[in-house]
């Protein structure tokens, strides 16, 4: 139980480190391809007459070895184009063979990245690629449904895996690199960006990696290595368009340019303060047990009492108190004693002899000051007094209800106060919670009864000896130690601001004023006070700057432009121009992989069918049946999945996040279309599964043979114990990574948008996410509990007490909207038909915003795929030289061009009106309605 609920120690970051990164690039299965790469480049160097180790050549040597393998890179022979291939690769990969050290043979990996760059090998890599990615594999095709198709698929897949290895480990090198502060190198790195920027051939090679995704998952090209073309779109993406840093640059650098004031916190920062909150809700869906108080018995109940003040004031105080005594000590050449109360006196007339002194009598400002710091001080001695009276009174009537309980309690034995405290406290501990639910005091001793009231002055006895600025620094660390607030800022939108200001003047003067925030006239005062707050906390984002620029555009076209003339030029605007035409393809793509591999620990035999196969990647080696192998193909498996989820997360997280910092109406259409292809449920599916144990306990590593160590040094002997042992892990970073992914990009796409937050409402999603709070990580817990939060007014009165727990989680982590009753139900906001017409108003937006931005591309691309298919259709018509029933489908019958009608058409047009228009019922009234 008490290993249930231990925090996780995750910080996030865009990318795990670089020596974990490429060795998730390789499948265990792949072991065999290292020494083939060596074999390779030995060979190779034999025909060119040069050393067979690259740590011997001089400069000159390894500039000749470098331009004989880049021209034989270049012929025609494929054998020879991919032995030149597997060389680079060796030298790419550290040249293993030489290295006694992971670090050595990571220093070699990058300083022969740089090297080989420099010489073009990035180009050539992906042109090879395209080349591989044409080649025709249907002579293999009619075995596919043997017992062998899975090696076959392996072997096919070989070069293909060879040259996204060279280009992941290039990108990867890339991106990490910014940490250098060598100019050249830096230099190089940026050079690298601008050659992914800008296409390659004929389009961006991000796009030619999602049409590949397409292929494999429409079926063409099931050889393909999924995982590796995952990796290698997600680093393009991230080092292109920039991680969270660069996110937030734009943000700011937009915001300034739409006189927009800065973002009033970060949430990375906020997040890295943040303490995990206790799971509400065991992992078998039973909910949490509280921990039992000791002394609690049947006729008698114990309320752990709270003190009226709490740390926050205590600190305040005695910060306060502090403070005045330095002023007031100042000019006192006599040290204040302070072991005893009647010391205390002396100090106080000590300090009121002060007062007397000429100098303190030369203002009055001074004496008054004087003055209210004395009755200051006077308060918090009578209010700690007090407290004390309140906490002794409190003991009496404990001691007298034990007295009259202890003859009519079940048990003989009854514990003492003050050990059952102690006890339940121990027990409060164990759980985790005792500083979330049990008020923290100043540990208290019978041998000093004036401890409250010394509390604050010990300190004072070593003013003299203290600087101002130590006492300062020393007293807001107390503070900051002690005090616990909020951790956002809240909020307002402007829209909101509205609503709340009409209803108000609806309600006192009985009228509309429409999009007026700012007029207060014959408002009550109180409420006037209540509409200056929310105007102190409005914020307005920068989509709704850019909605109203495209309202504006579209009523005043002559008179409004762009807010960003230069939008073109931007990374993300170059890359959705590139996905625009097909991008609902690019997405269910994604999507397909992502719900392939997401049933990984199903039990349900249902859930573990799979549309496509996506273990290209994995040899089966059915020669080897030892339990070991077996346990071996079992964890890279389970890691193929695992790495396959991380990537698509990531890539879905960045195109969502950089195309709304972009255009609002870009990230719309993605959320829309990934809504549209079953995104929310996939998650959600993904979410319902033990996910503490996804993430705490996997056997999904066996560090032994990760790559290079698997290639490096003597390698141990693999054993069923020694698997167990490599495969321990405090946690997984990368299974930790993806499910913040994943979490976020739901939060994303249901964000102000109430028809699908009732989705998450009738896929039941509470009792999931409730689960899922049982993985103790910040920040994974704030994105659960903001979905919590925005469904929790449709969840009705019952599910609200039975889970009460969670509205001090939601008030504390997420952040607040002032006029948002989260926390309460409304009948008008309850009904999900009224939130239909949301979406197609959403989707009438979007068409405008593209036919007005992206008019001449859509247009030049729906004719050339209109042309297509003509031509595809007229081919099969002369092949089979027949009626085609399905001719009508061919043609847009809604365009204002012309279309061409075919000839096969015209002569049996006849047919087609019969069968199409006269045999067909159809129920007009219907059709009318």
Known sequence: MSNMIDPINFTYEDTDSLQNEISELYSYSEESDFFANRNAFEESMEDCGLPLTWKHMVLEQQTLAVNHLMTTLEVSCRPTRIKSCRALAYLIQGNFGECLTLEEQANNSRENVFLLYRHGLFQSFVQQLMIEANVDTKDNKSSMSSASSSVLLFNESSELRLILSVLYTITETMYHAKDFTDENVLELRQQFIRELQNPIGDELLSVSLFQMLNSFCGGQAPHYPVRKITLLLWKIILITLG??????????????????????????????????????????????????????????????????????????????????????????DNEIDMQSTDELNDSTENVRNDESDPELRDSDADADADADTKADYENFKEMFEDEERHEQQRKDDLQENRSDGSSSSDSGIVESDEDANRRSQREWADMGILEDYIPQKENTSDANPNHEKQMFLPLSSNLKAKTNNQLESSSRSDVSSSYRGLPWTPKVRKADLSVHMQNLRMKFLGYYLPNEVYSTFGLPEPIVEGINVMRRHLYVSLAEVQLEREEAMHKFPLTHSELNPNYREENAEKLYSALLPRLPQHMIALLKILLAASTINSKNKSDRVESINIMAEINPDVSSQSVVQTLKMDVDAIRHKEIIIKAISAILLLLLKHFKINHIYQFEYVSQQLMFANCIPLILKFLSQDMYAYIVSPRSTISAIDFPACVIGEQPELTSDAIELCSFQPYCWRNMFSCINLVRVLNKLTKWKHSRIMMLVVFKSSQTLLKSLSVRQPMFQLYVLKLLKVQLKFLGRQWKKNNMKLISPIYQKVRHRLTDDWAYSNDNEARPWDFQAEEFTLQANINRFHQRRYHDLLTSNAAGSKNRNSSMVFDQLEKFGGYDDNADEDYDFGSLEISRISPHFERNYERWLDSEVFQREINWDKLLE
């Open 243 to 332: 991680g969270t840093p660069e996110l937030r640059n734009l943000k700011e650098k937009n915001r300034k340019m739409c006189n927009l004031n800065p973002a009033p916190e970060d949430t990375m920062d906020v997040i890295k303060n943040m303490t995990p909150c206790l799971p509400l809700m065991m992992v078998d869906g039973l909910a949490r047990p509280r921990p039992g108080l000791a002394g609690m018995i049947a006729n008698r109940r114990r309320v752990l009492k709270q003190p009226a003040f709490d740390d926050a004031v205590y600190a305040y105080a005695k910060e306060c108190l502090l403070n005045s005594l330095a002023e007031l000590n100042q000019n006192d």
